[in-house]
């Protein structure tokens, strides 16, 4: 059983049209971040959101935090196709786990096509 | 600045063998942490390394072990390869921070194959 449930696990959608990810938890976490990954390569990091309440915008990508620190989502306005991958959730739980061990969430697949 | 390296980047190896994975982190970061991913489990936490001292270790087996060495590079052993160690092996690297952030940056990853 996954700490972090993120939801959808797979969306497909046109160039041009918005989309949400989202990751939840039962448990509180110090901080949460969004990954990137391709095929065959390592989850890069996009994002770290700390602050309950926190909203940080990426260019297209909007991050927000919930305010008991449990959930998070990400936004996507007008996707291209090189916002294909696998969009990931991971983070340490406060009090309990250290800054280098991440829970992740399963992952959401998202593919644009133009 | 360099980003994690990890090598090999592919491996085939035959059940009941062992292998050996290397991790170099992001110059000046002494924390490695190693995970584990495959299609039905996702990313899952190995172990993470400080100081050439194992901070915390995930729910895996003692076939499963590391190490870090005083230049912070860290190397992960896995002994009597089972079909089901197949996977992709992920090192993160990392620094401490005076907040709760803990930043992680992974490298390419090791794909191995046990057969």
């Known amino acids: 059983t996954q700490l972090l449930e993120q939801s959808p696990q797979f969306l497909s959608i046109q160039e041009g049209e918005n989309l949400t990810v989202y990751c939840n938890s039962s448990s509180v976490f110090s901080s949460l971040q969004w990954y990137r990954q391709e095929p065959g390569e390592g989850p890069v990091l996009l994002v770290t959101v700390v602050t309950g309440g926190e909203v940080k915008k990426l260019k297209r990508l909007t991050f927000q935090f919930g305010d008991a620190r449990k959930d998070s989502s990400l936004h996507i306005t007008a996707a291209q196709p090189g916002d294909t991958g696998l969009y990931l959730c991971?983070?340490?739980?406060?009090?309990?786990?250290?800054?280098?061990?991440?829970?992740f969430g399963a992952g959401t697949q998202v593919v644009v096509t133009p | 600045k360099a980003g994690v390296t990890q090598t090999p980047r592919y491996l085939i190896k035959t059940r009941g063998q062992q292998v050996t994975l290397s991790c170099s982190p992001i110059s000046g970061h002494r924390s490695v942490s190693w995970y584990q991913q495959t299609p039905g489990q996702g990313l899952q936490f190995l172990f993470e390394?400080?100081?050439?001292?194992?901070?915390n270790k995930g729910n895996f087996p003692g076939r499963f072990s590391g190490r870090q060495f005083s230049n912070s590079r860290s190397e992960m052993n896995v002994s009597t390869l089972e079909l089901g160690d197949s996977a992709l092996y992920l090192c993160?690297?990392?620094?401490?921070?005076?907040?709760?952030?803990?930043?992680?940056?992974f490298g390419p990853g090791t794909r191995l194959t046990v057969l």
């Open positions: 390394y400080f100081s050439e001292t194992q901070r």
């Open positions: 993160a690297s990392s620094t401490p921070t005076s907040g709760p952030s803990g930043e992680q940056f």
């Open positions: 991971a983070g340490t739980r406060w009090l309990t786990d250290s800054w280098g061990k991440l829970q």
